[in-house]
C-alpha cells in the first residue's frame, strides 16, 4: 500500500516568468497525480502539495531542478492529496497577500531586510538570555490563535493577511520597537515578509523562526513554549505535535473546549466557527447570528 504525505515549501527568489512556472508546475503535479496550492509570483514560489510519497519526492526533485529553486527547502506533514479538494497553482503579484508588492525586495538569499532567522533551540536561548523582554508577535491570522498559540503572545486583531499593514501602521505595537520580537507563523513564509515590513517600521530588533510552527513542534512538541493546535489550511483543519497537546479553545455554542472549526452551514455565510465535537452537528450555524467573520476554509 503506497504511503501518502504533505509536502509544504516556500522560496523568496526573484522569478522572471512567474506564469511560466506556474504551467510548468500544473504540469508537473498532473503528471504526478498531485493535488494542493501552488502560488508563484516575482517574488518566487509557495506551495502546499499532497500525494504518494514517491510521487512527492520525483515532484521536489524536479522542481528543485529549476536554476532559481535548486536549494529549495521541504518539510513534510501528515496527510495526502485526499486532504486538498483539487490542485490549484496560480501566479499573482505576491505568495503572501499582504498587499505591500512595492514594499518587498527579493534577491538571490532571499527576503531583502527581513528578520533573523532562528532555529527552535536558538529562540529557546533567546528566551532564556532576554527573559520576559522577549515578545513573541503572531503572524498569522488571529482566528488561528484561538486554537493555538505562543505562550503570552501578542496576537494582532487581523481578518487576513492584508490587515497586517493597517496594525503595524495603526501605533498600538509601537512600545515593541526597542524590545526583540519573534514573529511566527505556519511554515515561516508569512513572517519572511512580516519581520520586514516591521523592520522597515522602526522595529530594531526582529526575529523569526526558522520553519515556522510546524519544525518548533517538530522539535519541542508540546513540551516547550508552544500551547494548542495548529491550525491548517486543507481538510485536516487543525494538528497537534503530541497527544498531550493543550486545548485552549472555547466552543462559541457552549464555553466547553474546542480545536476544530466547522463552516457554517448558511449558504450566505460560511464563516468559521470554533465547536466543540458535540456541538459540530451538521447544519450547525454560528451560533451568536452569523456575522462577517474568519474566513472559509
Known amino acids: 500500500m503506497a504511503i501518502s504525505r504533505i509536502l509544504l515549501y516556500y522560496a523568496f527568489v526573484p522569478l522572471a516568468d512567474p506564469e511560466a512556472v506556474r504551467l510548468w508546475q500544473r504540469a508537473l503535479c498532473e503528471g504526478l497525480g498531485l493535488r494542493g496550492r501552488i502560488i508563484v509570483s516575482p517574488h518566487g514560489i509557495n506551495g502546499t502539495v499532497g500525494g504518494e510519497v514517491g510521487a512527492l519526492k520525483q515532484y521536489a526533485k524536479a522542481t528543485r531542478e529549476h536554476p532559481a529553486l535548486s536549494g529549495l527547502e521541504v518539510k513534510w506533514s501528515d496527510g495526502g492529496a485526499e486532504d486538498f479538494p483539487r490542485l490549484s497553482v496560480r501566479a499573482r503579484e505576491e505568495i503572501v497577500a499582504f498587499g505591500a508588492a512595492d514594499q518587498l525586495r527579493v534577491d538571490e538569499d532571499g527576503v531583502v531586510g527581513g528578520g533573523e532567522h532562528l532555529s527552535p533551540e536558538e529562540v529557546h536561548r533567546l528566551v532564556e538570555e532576554r527573559g520576559d523582554d522577549v515578545v513573541f508577535f503572531d503572524g498569522r491570522n488571529s482566528f488561528e490563535a484561538r486554537i493555538g498559540r505562543f505562550r503570552d503572545a501578542v496576537v494582532p486583531e487581523t481578518g487576513t493577511t ?51 510552527i510546524v519544525r518548533y513542534g517538530e522539535t519541542y512538541g508540546d513540551a516547550g513554549l ?46 468559521l466557527v470554533l465547536l466543540c465535537p458535540e456541538c459540530s452537528t451538521p447544519g450547525a450555524r454560528c451560533p451568536a447570528g452569523c456575522a462577517t467573520g474568519a474566513p472559509a476554509a
Not at 497537546?245 to 460560511?270: H, K, Q, S, V, Y
Open 226 to 271: 508552544w500551547e494548542g493546535s495548529l491550525y491548517v489550511f486543507d481538510r485536516r483543519m487543525h494538528l497537534e505535535f503530541t497527544p498531550q497537546a493543550l486545548t485552549i479553545g472555547r466552543c462559541e455554542a457552549c464555553g466547553e473546549p474546542a480545536r476544530a472549526f466547522a463552516n457554517c452551514a448558511d449558504p450566505a455565510c460560511r464563516r
Open 162 to 212: 492584508r490587515d497586517f499593514l493597517a496594525e503595524l501602521d495603526s501605533g498600538r505595537y509601537d512600545h515593541l520597537k526597542s524590545r526583540p520580537v519573534v514573529t511566527y507563523c505556519t511554515g515561516g513564509v508569512r513572517c519572511e515578509v512580516l519581520s520586514a515590513l516591521m523592520r522597515g517600521r522602526g522595529f530594531e530588533e526582529v526575529y523569526q523562526i526558522d520553519g515556522g
